[in-house]
């Protein structure tokens, strides 16, 4: 149905030379998600390379190397927007990996839409993304992670099951669909009782008023779903007033600038939805083979949103190669037909809203470290 709807869009998309096939990237590589965007472009960047090493993309018998269109969209809507509208209609790229959040890749749709080029974003979250006004789906648009309430259901059940959580106060960020969202989805699916629910924004610094509240209410965890930059000093502050329950958040927290703002010490009994966990991936052959190519390039762990844009590059190049075209229509249309794709995050299928089909783990964080996961069903 997917494909159907990318064939009768009235662009004919763009088309690829002999030699190349151009992917563009509009990435958050400044600005308040720099930490996401710059690890999601090493693993788009290493992604091409063992690609463009192994010969390049195989389009109809003939093998053609990946070029790399990277632009900055600074964390801003407007700014990626318009490195869209560059990479379609001027660099006249096959397809677009990112951005890496929501409202910047929500921004980018309209010049998707007009050019016909799809975009694979390696960790927009929120539900709606993939999805136009009227409910339908939006025939260029593709993710590599999977949704919020995906995360806050698995975050609600973990805090039963595994935790014995029975009284929970949850601390959403209120600045975007990310937070509230997940915090919809874990108080909707939590079976205990939210004993109090509060808001922060992005930039806060101060989280002590609201942690003290909490404090006196005889909790078992916090829910925090956020970015690193203000979950870090959640946990920093709610340690040093002594809390010391579990502290369980999202994604957004997978990025080890975590445990710097923090304080390895106090980043213990933490815990976070992933869609990547090293301990869980050193049983695929598949993750086991990237995450050692990434320790030798950056000398470094892999971090979970360089793995999500790696699976988006070779999601492209399976699309690419399954079509036996590099046309950006032709693209969009094998994009939403992968199934059982082998994925350093695990086997991937493409629904039919354009979202993975993928396992999803919880990392635990003790003195600022990963020191155990959980698979979640």
């Known amino acids: 149905m997917a494909g159907c709807g990318a064939a009768k869009n009235t662009s004919k ?9 151009k992917i563009g990237v509009n990435m958050e590589l400044s600005g308040t998600a720099a930490g996401y965007g710059n690890a999601q472009k090493q693993g788009i ?22 070029k790399l269109i990277i632009r900055d969209n600074k964390t801003t809507i407007a700014t990626s927007a318009s490195v869209a509208a560059q990479l379609t209609t001027k ?3 096959a397809a677009i990996v990112g951005p890496a959040t929501t409202n910047a890749g929500t921004a980018e749709i309209p010049n998707l839409t007009k050019a016909s080029v799809p975009s694979v974003s390696p960790s927009a979250t929120d539900p709606g993304y993939t999805l136009q006004k009227n409910g339908k789906v ?8 999977f949704q919020n309430n995906f995360q806050g259901r698995s975050a609600a059940r ?93 994604d ?6 975590l445990a710097q703002i923090a304080g390895a010490k106090n980043a213990t009994n933490v815990y976070y939805t992933t869609p990547f966990s090293v301990h869980v ?7 086991v083979k990237f995450m050692n190519a990434y320790k030798e390039r950056y000398h470094t762990t892999a971090p979970t949103f ?54 999803i783990a919880i990392e635990q964080m003790t003195d600022g470290k990963v020191s155990n996961s959980f698979s979640i069903e």
């Open 158 to 250: 973990f805090a039963e099951n595994k935790l014995k959580a029975q009284r929970v106060a949850v601390y959403a960020d209120n600045s975007s669909d990310y937070g509230t969202g997940l915090a919809k989805a874990f108080k909707q699916t939590f079976k205990g009782k939210i004993v109090d629910s509060q808001t922060y924004s992005e930039g806060d610094k101060d989280f002590n008023a609201v942690l003290t509240s909490f404090k006196g209410k005889k909790i078992d965890a916090i829910y925090v779903p956020g970015y690193y930059t203000e979950v870090g000093l959640i946990i920093k502050q709610a340690r040093q007033m002594g809390i010391k329950v579990p502290i369980i958040g999202s």
């Open 13 to 21: 998309g763009t088309h690829q030379d002999n030699k190349t096939v």
């Open 91 to 93: 660099d006249k790229v």
């Open 252 to 257: 957004g927290m997978a990025d080890p600038k």
């Open 281 to 287: 991936a050193a049983k695929n052959p598949t993750a």
């Open 306 to 359: 360089s793995a999500l844009a790696y699976d988006s590059v070779y999601m492209v190049k399976k699309a690419i190669e399954d079509e036996k075209s590099d046309d950006s229509v032709k693209i969009a249309a094998g994009l939403a037909k992968i199934k059982d794709f082998d994925g350093v995050t695990g086997k991937i299928t493409v629904n039919k809203t354009h979202d993975p089909e993928m396992p």
């Open 138 to 145: 939006q025939p260029f648009v593709f993710r590599a992670c």
């Open 45 to 66: 960047q290493l992604a091409a390379e063992q690609i463009n090493d192994a010969g390049g993309i195989n389009v109809n018998g003939h093998k053609k190397k990946i």
